[in-house]
């Protein structure tokens, strides 16, 4: 049986993706080869490449806006580091918004660089909604923020306007939701949710902002270095890449950033709706602030939990435990999770409710 | 029909590693998930990560020495910039030795860190060979080599002794042939050759060199916080890991390292005595050096270049061009690759010279 599948990430993917991953993994675009074995020089390899930056540009609407695309290795933790080398300039500063443990992640690498100005933070209220009313620094070299925070189930739903450089971790909702993008001087997003599998990050960075610290960037750290070589200074992860094209591909077919947000909005609302309705469950974050791809909650009665667990497991839905810092429940509902999950755990919640 | 893949990396892999590969794409373990959807936090990752590391240190008799194995992202070009970071004093030094591009890489990173003395470098001759007799600073905080250069088919023979930490990059023949792995402080090795598919860097380190550089290490380019984490510090690149994992297992089977050792030089054996038989072809590596996993040749007479290629197609070959830095041909000969793909290139290089 097909398992319901609401982990955090690495998460779903389109069925079709899988079939056509595990195709190219005996024989890739009939040539003999597996993916796997391909030089990543290859012009097969090279076109997948180009393919997957182009869309992704189209996809977010930023075609001929003065953007590069990047796919590299090494997950947004490696971005968190690769961000202050790169903007931070010597003797400058940086403001971060510190709304939960990734954008804590952040924190910690940018603190090693320099000034690092934590302009509001919900830690007090254990990350539970989107800090609002801050201020950004105008000398700020470029403000920091986490656009979805997997964890705790919140999302900015309003960016800063502001003249310094917004610097976006979108890991957890690139892709699934209406934006202007262009309000964004760099993006980036580890690919293991609404992208592909987990090993390759995507970086979408306005070229303007660069070379402007002084800074001396090591290599595998200047974003510069990759554009020149795009995205092919060193070997790069070839099928996360390929994967990652395949599921572009697939977003594109079903109608874009658009299409996919309203499945998303009405998984959202049938789950929240559930959530808020069932007199056993209440919803762990802000309304306000609710997150359409990671929904918090928790059982009003810990001693529902064994039977409530049974329940879903019976279903056949596997991924909804909460993270250790929140407890309780967090059911995910990435771009590729079908509306129909979301009905199968809405229903064992009311069928919970029936039986107690 | 299937190839014979002498591409240089990413690389031909056992045809069984595809099939399993392939497979758990659509099923992992008989979950009824893929393995591109699974958790890393999942318990049959976690013994997959753990399988993967005892195999690692099994195969390279390694056990119960002091080392720690990591599976990480970023390549070895990463790497490149983890080594100072983690070994080099604030006001030490490093010693490297200069046998190619990579080795290049490696120090142009390091570079950036603080003083780094070349002991030794062939760049003069196109580095056609491995430079002997160098002397390595008894106050150097490590030495660092590459054990084979892709790029230029040769390989160290004999690795240096002295007290200094041996640091080495073993990205293109680790797992190829028996030596005291205990003699080195830290392996790292892109996966993309004898390991797995790209996308993941599998990093032996002997614990007790760490921790001794009072220098200030972001989180990310910490081996000690990864070691900690047991390759969980942020998310891993769970299908790269998987696949590498397939093939260890492939080569513990087949009898380990000195069972593939014995294979790997008789496809040296066979390709070279015909390099150095034919008239029509030369080898580029001095003798002495000669990878056994990447062997480079040219025509001596570039006239027969446009007949050789059309053949070798013909017969199935792919991936022998040469790197644009030495031109002609490059035979890499990893582990997966059968010798029956090393006869048919011979064989091709009899018909030429009896063509002409």
Redesign the interface.
Known sequence: ???H?Y???????PQEV??K???A??NFNN????I?????RSKDFVAVMEEARSLVLELLNLEGKGYQVLFL??????E??RVPYNLMKVEGKAAYLDTGTWAN?AI??AK?FGETVIVGSSKEENYNHIPKEYQIPSDANYFHCTSNNTIFGTQIKNFPKTNVPIVCDMSSDIFSRSLDFSNFDLIYA?A?KNI?????TLIIVKEEILGKTNR?I????NYQQHITKESM????????VY?SLLTLQWLKKIGGISAIEKINETKANILYSEIDRNPLFTGVASKEDRSIMNATFVLKNPEHQELFDTMWKEA?I??INGHRSVGGYRASMYNALPIESVQVLVNVMKELENKI
Do not use: D, R, W
């Open positions: 049986m097909k398992k599948n982990s955090a990430g690495p998460c779903i993917l899988f079939e991953a595990s195709q993994i005996l040539s003999g080869l597996s796997l074995e391909i030089s990543h290795q090494g997950g947004a933790s490696l968190f580091l992640g910690k690498e090693s580890g293991q592909g599998p987990a090993g390759t001396n090591p290599n595998i750290l200074y060193n070997t790069p992860p070839v099928f996360a994967t056949g596997s991924g």
